[in-house]
């Protein structure tokens, strides 16, 4: 009797200290199947990928990544066609004298005209860029690679990329992206805003993890 | 409608339109303001480019309800500006015009770039001018009245 | 002395004598040239018919302040018109040049082109054609001016000097053109006169700067769509997607919500109906057109389609088609081995113009008379077109010519299509002037392109490397059939402005056929600056240079070989090409490759060289040295700007996105950022400009430079890339 619930005892503190472990180390095995359902718990492994793919799929749509280039010079359209007028990256992504992004691009959408607006309108950094020199978009373990490289990413850790998602006017512009010329809504990402910010946050709670392969 | 009160080449003026109306038909047809040209009304030609806030920027596309407090400058102040006659005069001492309907827009930018950079190499020139379009092709005689209006600023 | 009262039945009006003049009720004298008429009804001659009542035409005025105004018979859209035929006129006239103003003369047959017989501004004619008539009436000037001086002072005309607006006696006697100007209104019109010696010239061979720059510079000048009258309407129209389709039935009920728009009414259009919207400004009127529902019947017109198109042109082009030029023996190519043969199909894509003014007329009907004012280049053509439609007479419309942002031809249309869209909306609008705008996206889908086309040829190649037989076959539309034109240019079933710059090249080609195949269309086309020699140029230059390449022989050496003797300006150019180019030609950096092309168009030889290479993946015009041979330069600054300029509008031509294109009868482009011209980063870094020496008569140069830029970079191009380019536009290099 005493051996059974000396065994128990210690099967417990085992199975406290493994979780105790599995929870303090963010880069951990996954723990296949098993379902935890409180709500302070961080995301596992396989959801935070599952929440990054989420994530992918709004930070590659073109609303985002039109301006997420490798060149010097933005795209435009659901076709992500080089932006017309030669207009090109400058020094601090922000144009060149004359050809400013703010030349154009006011602080808001400017529905009449069809031309797209929002606070400080300007190109991603090279450091942050998601397609290669040939417009292609890269893969995801590149962009995750990209977007969780402090070296490149302004010093952003996980709570600061969640805070990016959330408030960055340009990051909400995508949601809210205005009218084209021709008075049609221009296409919306694959996730609402509210849903790009809770994937981002599942994804964060997982300790950001990156799919490892191409 | 709306009324606005712009300030344009340092006067106030008060319009009344619709809040969408590009600033490019404001100045054309509620102030008279012909100079600033209309090209191609999608921002690709530049030919309506005037200063807001100091910024070179395509009128076509910029309703006049984002405007704000923003000082305008269009082309008609410019013979009142050092650097905007500094550009006319280099403009025409090097017989850049040809039909002329772009050539607002152009000097327009032109000063603007000369504003920022004073000094500007070919690279910058061709940057900055990228996106001016000039259907009789005057680009080499641009490209030489900016270098001449450089010179006699700096 | 006060003036005699204005008439139009002036005294000194001779039966042989073409040039009028009459005084001006403010003193001042008018000169003017007049076609050979009959004697004034004035006259007592009862069998005179009555002359045409024409608004008050001249040419010269000379205030009273010494201003000397000087009426240009032409419509000023960059190609500096405005200044160099005042320069001819002021020179024999002896006019102070810091005196002279210059105006864009009204619709009236007193300003037609001499050699045309319409008033009119293309085929690069307007020094060409009117060198000499704008020197007679400088120099008929002048000398009605000495004649009045000479008679107040008792003295022989012979004996006084004129300079500068002043005449001069032989003792010191001085008086000014102004003064003079009454007097010399009263002195017979000399029926001939003495033109000066070009050694004489003051101003004829100077580089002289445009009148028009400052005004260009500093936004004053007024362009037909900066037009403003009281009580103004402005007005846009819905065309029909499809060229000729008509309105079936729209709701417009949303459009007219929009404040400041006051009506929409459907119009007849040249082929078709459209919906006219009219408003206060343009800003509402755009706007309720784009808010206007309309259903379009579309299915009694043609839908071209450009892929549907090209297959029909190609197979075309492997038929003969009506003959353009025939010599030699046409079975000297089927002798030619295989091998020794180049076989070429070329295309080339539909091109707008795309001046930076839309296209815009400005119409007041008032009943009994109409006043219009636009940028036309067609003048007398768009006057009568509007009285057609208003139910006037073309002399009830007083038609005022403003000045242009561009034409290129596009203002050059037989059918008066803006023109008459206009004149339908003024006359609902009865007494109220209205303003037509067409918007870019307008103009980009609104046809009169230039056309389509594709060329076929075979060249059988001899044993020195020249050609020996030559087949060319050009498909493509007839820009003149339907219109009055064709009774001139269309001959045998070809039009000379589809073969022109092949079917008489400059090039000694034996056993030469060219043909050509006119398809009919369902898109308007129309001249696009220098017309045929777009595309044709662009063919012979290229094969000339594959030959070249083929005979291992230099480019210029081997277009001198095979260029007929007599093709004197085309071997003056080449030869000054050959030189001016030389201190760079030979020494490019690596990856840098020279393309020449030669070319005459509009009696002006061209050759021209280019520093080529490739950036970005696309061609990098570094350098372009042209050498023209246009006869007498009048204004070289003028000369040197038109080809530096205009071998950026050629360029046109090799844009990635430098087509307009068709699908099932729409075109697919729709402003600048579908159809892509050439801004300052695709145009030649640098382009000098040498001209050949020479007194013959000038030619044109609004067209001359435009040929020869695309085939000179595509021949740099294949230097670089080995690959040959026939097909227009570039989009990949």
């Not at chain 2, 340092?10 to 090209?39: A, F, I, N, S």
């Not at chain 3, 009117?130 to 007679?136: D, I």
């Not at chain 3, 417009?252 to 007849?268: M, S, T």
């Amino acid at each position: 009797m005493r051996a059974y619930k000396a065994m128990l005892q210690a099967t417990s503190v085992i199975l406290v200290a493994c979780a105790a472990w599995s929870a303090s180390n963010p880069i951990s095995s996954a723990r296949e199947g098993v379902a935890q359902k409180t709500t302070a718990r961080a995301s596992t492994r396989a959801e935070g990928l599952a929440a990054w793919q989420q994530v992918y799929s709004v930070l590659t749509h073109a609303r985002c990544v039109n301006c997420h280039t490798a060149t010097n010079y933005p795209q435009q359209g659901d076709d992500r066609h080089r932006h017309f007028a030669n207009v090109v990256r400058g020094p601090d992504g922000k144009g060149v004298p004359v050809l400013q992004c703010v030349t154009c691009h006011q602080e808001s959408n400017a529905d009449s005209t069809g031309v797209p607006g929002g606070h400080n309108w300007h190109l991603a950094p090279l450091s942050m860029q998601w397609q290669d020199l040939n417009d292609k978009i890269l893969s995801s373990a590149e962009v995750c690679q990209a977007v969780t490289d402090r070296s490149k990413n302004d010093h952003l850790d996980g709570q600061g990329l969640l805070r990016h998602h959330e408030e960055e006017p340009l990051v909400l512009w995508a949601f809210q992206p205005g009218r084209r010329i021709d008075g049609t809504p221009r296409t919306l990402p694959p996730l609402t805003h509210e849903q790009f910010v809770a994937a981002t946050r599942t994804w964060v709670e997982a300790g950001t993890p990156c799919p490892q392969n191409r | 409608m709306e009324t606005y009160t712009l300030t344009v080449n340092g006067q106030p003026k008060e319009v009344t339109v619709d809040p969408g109306t590009p600033l490019l038909w404001v100045l054309r047809e509620d102030l008279k303001m012909t100079g600033t040209k209309y090209g191609c009304g999608i921002a690709a030609c530049g030919a309506c480019t005037v200063h807001v806030g100091g910024v070179a920027t395509r009128s076509c596309v910029v309703p006049v309800s984002l405007i704000g407090d923003r000082p305008i400058v269009t082309i008609e102040a410019m013979a009142e500006d050092p650097v905007g006659r500094a550009v006319q005069d280099a403009w025409v001492s090097h017989d850049v015009v040809q039909c002329g309907y772009c050539q607002s827009g152009q000097i327009m930018s032109a000063v603007a770039l000369l504003r920022s950079t004073p000094k500007p190499t070919d690279t910058n020139i061709e940057a900055s001018m990228g996106g001016n379009l000039c259907r009789c092709g005057t680009y080499v005689r641009i490209r030489e009245a900016i270098k001449t209006a450089s010179q006699q600023l700096t | 002395m006060t003036a005699a009262p204005h008439s139009a039945n002036d005294v000194l009006l001779s039966r042989r004598s073409f040039l009028r003049v009459s005084a001006t009720v403010a003193g001042g004298l008018i000169v003017s040239l007049y076609p050979d008429i009959p004697l004034h009804a004035q006259e007592a001659d009862q069998a005179a018919p009555k002359p045409k009542v024409y608004p008050p035409d001249a040419f010269v005025q000379i205030r009273p302040d010494g201003k000397i105004l000087i009426t240009v018979n032409r419509l000023e859209f960059g190609q500096g018109v405005q200044t160099s035929l005042p320069m001819i006129l002021a020179d024999e006239m002896d006019a102070d040049w810091s005196q002279v103003i210059a105006e864009l003369a009204p619709a009236a047959d007193v300003y037609r082109d001499p050699v045309y017989g319409m008033q009119m501004v293309g085929g690069s004619g307007s020094i060409a054609h009117s060198f000499q008539q704008y020197r007679e009436l400088g120099a008929k000037t002048r000398a009605m001016l000495v004649a009045a001086a000479a008679a107040q002072w008792n003295v022989a005309p012979t004996q006084c000097h004129t300079e500068a607006s002043v005449v001069q006696g032989p003792s010191g006697q001085s008086a000014r053109y102004a003064e003079l100007a009454e007097a010399a209104a009263q002195q017979p019109v000399p029926a001939t006169v003495q033109l000066k010696d070009p050694s004489q010239f003051r101003l004829v061979g100077k580089r002289v700067r445009r009148l028009d720059s400052r005004s260009k510079c500093d936004g004053s000048v007024k362009f037909g769509l900066d037009l403003d009258l009281p009580g103004m309407q402005t007005a846009v129209v819905a065309h029909p997607p499809v060229f000729g389709a008509r309105v079936k039935s729209f709701d417009d009920k949303a459009a007219r919500g929009v404040a400041g728009v006051h009506e929409v009414f459907e119009i007849p259009l040249v082929k078709g109906t459209g919906v006219a919207v009219i408003a206060d400004k343009f800003w509402p009127a755009k706007q309720a057109r784009d808010r206007l529902k309309i259903d379009w019947d579309l299915s009694a017109v043609e839908h071209a389609d450009s892929a549907q198109l090209w297959t029909q042109y190609k197979a075309l082009a492997r038929t003969p088609g009506n003959a353009a030029v025939s010599r030699g023996d046409q079975k000297k190519l089927d002798t030619v081995a295989a091998s020794n043969r180049i076989v070429a199909e070329y295309a080339f894509p539909y091109l707008a113009h795309a001046p930076m003014e839309p296209l815009n007329t400005t119409i007041r009907f008032d009943g009994d008379r109409a006043e219009a004012w636009g940028g036309s280049q067609f003048q007398t053509v768009d006057q009568a077109a509007i009285a057609e439609v208003l139910g006037l007479k073309p002399e009830q419309v007083t038609f005022h010519t403003e000045m242009a942002g561009g034409g290129f031809g596009r203002r050059a249309v037989a059918d008066s299509h803006v023109q008459r869209e206009t004149a339908a909306i003024a006359k609902r609008l009865r007494g109220t002037p209205v303003k037509l705008i067409w918007t870019r996206e307008d103009d980009v889908q609104g046809g009169y392109y230039r056309p389509m086309h594709v060329h076929r040829a075979e060249i059988g190649i001899g044993p020195d490397g020249m050609p020996l037989a030559w087949r060319h076959v050009i498909v493509g539309q007839s820009i003149v059939a339907g219109t009055p034109f064709a009774a001139i240019i269309v001959k045998n079933g070809v039009d000379a402005t589809a073969v022109e710059g092949t079917a008489d090249t400059h090039y000694d080609i034996p056993n030469f056929h060219v043909s050509a195949h006119h398809p009919v269309v369902n898109v308007p086309v129309l001249w696009w600056r220098s017309v045929g020699h777009t595309h044709t140029a662009f063919v012979m230059e290229t094969l000339i240079d594959e030959l070249a390449t083929r005979a291992k022989a230099d480019p210029i050496a081997y277009r001198r070989k095979l260029l007929k003797p007599d093709a004197k300006k085309l071997r003056a150019a080449l030869d000054l090409l050959e030189q001016k180019s030389a201190p760079w030609r030979t020494t490019l950096p690596q990856g840098h490759a020279v393309g020449i092309a030669c070319h005459e168009s509009f009696e002006t030889g061209v050759a021209c060289a280019v520093d080529v290479s490739i950036e970005n993946k696309r061609p990098r015009i570094h350098r372009v040295t042209i050498a023209v041979d246009p006869g007498l330069a009048v204004n070289p600054l003028t000369v040197e700007s038109q080809f530096q300029a205009g071998v950026a509008f050629g360029v046109t031509q090799l844009m990635a996105q430098g087509a307009i294109t068709l699908k099932d009868g729409r075109v697919e482009q729709r402003n600048f950022d579908g159809y892509t011209p050439p801004y300052i980063v695709d145009a030649p870094v640098a382009v000098d400009v040498h001209i050949v020496p020479s007194a013959e008569a000038p030619s044109g140069c609004g067209e001359p430079p435009v040929p020869v830029i695309a085939p000179a970079v595509v021949n740099a191009l294949a230097k670089l890339t080995g690959k040959r380019y026939r097909s227009l536009p570039l989009v990949t290099v």
